[in-house]
């Protein structure tokens, strides 16, 4: 249990240091998160009452809607691009080999190697949230945190999926990553990012219902600023875990073949 726990904080802490050695772009980061939260609320402003009967059920609030998504997607680029970089940046630097031939085993790496990175999104959507709420004017007095945390851990899960998925992709083919592009692009226009997803024509809609990350964004919205109980996101829960049971133990094994089939034609340390 302890080399359980060991390895884990091992990788953390390599990637703590490797951060906090780029002061600046941490800053930059955290600023970014402020300048995104101002253009929203002004564009906002902006947008007045237009579009009211679409956002109703997540309580009316243009700015309250966009934010929550702005913030959660986090989570899916987290997921698209933290295991796919750490990949690549130790193909690059020559330590994924020497990580393959260890006696750890691939799903300790695959969590692993992104786990700071979910760490660090999950500090980024708090900053959006305290922002959100205590200078703009965000009302999730009535949040329900347990639904809410309930949805982030089967976001998360369901987003790994398909990020460990690109992840073998970079394995293999080094460059080129169709998965995250097609993914990452097809969440952004038909999650509901940034417009409720009752907004597309019904045929898009239909192509929606097979993104997690449409489940996930109106799971939050529904428990964060509308207070709804754990029966009210059930439909949300239920998508997303059938998701995650599905595609989890899918991602491994493919993941496990991109190694197996990297060391049969050498081309681990291949960049």
């Known amino acids: 249990m302890a080399l359980f726990i060991e390895k ?21 980061q955290v600023f970014g998160i402020l300048i ?30 966009v934010l929550i998504g702005v913030a959660f997607f986090n989570y899916l680029k987290v997921s698209m691009d933290g295991l ?21 085993e691939i799903p300790a790496i695959i969590l692993s ?33 347990a639904g809410a945390l309930l949805i982030l851990l089967l976001t998360i899960i369901s987003f790994s999926s398909i990020g460990i998925i690109s992840a073998s992709f970079v394995m293999v083919l080094k460059k080129g990553n169709p998965v995250n592009w097609l993914f990452t692009n097809a969440s952004g ?31 939050m919205r529904l428990a964060l600023l509308k207070g709804s109980s754990l029966s009210a996101l059930l439909p949300n829960i239920a998508a997303l875990t059938a998701f995650s049971a599905i595609m989890l133990p899918l991602s491994v094994l493919v993941f496990g073949y991109a190694v197996k089939r990297a060391k049969i034609d050498g081309t681990l340390t291949q960049y």
């Open 113 to 145: 190697s992104s786990l700071y990175s979910f760490i660090f999104a999950s500090f980024k959507v708090a900053v959006f949230l305290i922002l959100g709420a205590f200078f703009f004017g965000v009302d999730m007095g009535n949040a329900n945190i």
């Open 189 to 219: 226009i038909l999650g509901g990012l940034y417009y409720p997803v009752s907004v597309l024509p019904k045929w898009l809609q239909k192509l929606s219902a097979v993104l997690p990350v449409t489940y996930s964004l109106e799971g």
């Open 8 to 28: 884990p904080l091992a990788f953390v802490w390599k990637d703590f240091i490797h951060e906090a050695s780029y002061k600046l772009a941490f800053f930059m």
């Open 84 to 104: 796919s970089a750490s990949i690549r940046e130790g193909q690059m630097v020559g330590t994924l080999e020497a990580l393959l031939v260890t006696q750890t």
């Open 36 to 65: 995104t939260t101002v253009t929203f609320f002004y564009l906002s402003k902006l947008l007045g009452d237009v579009g009211t009967s679409y956002l109703k059920p997540y309580g009316g609030d243009y700015f309250s809607f």
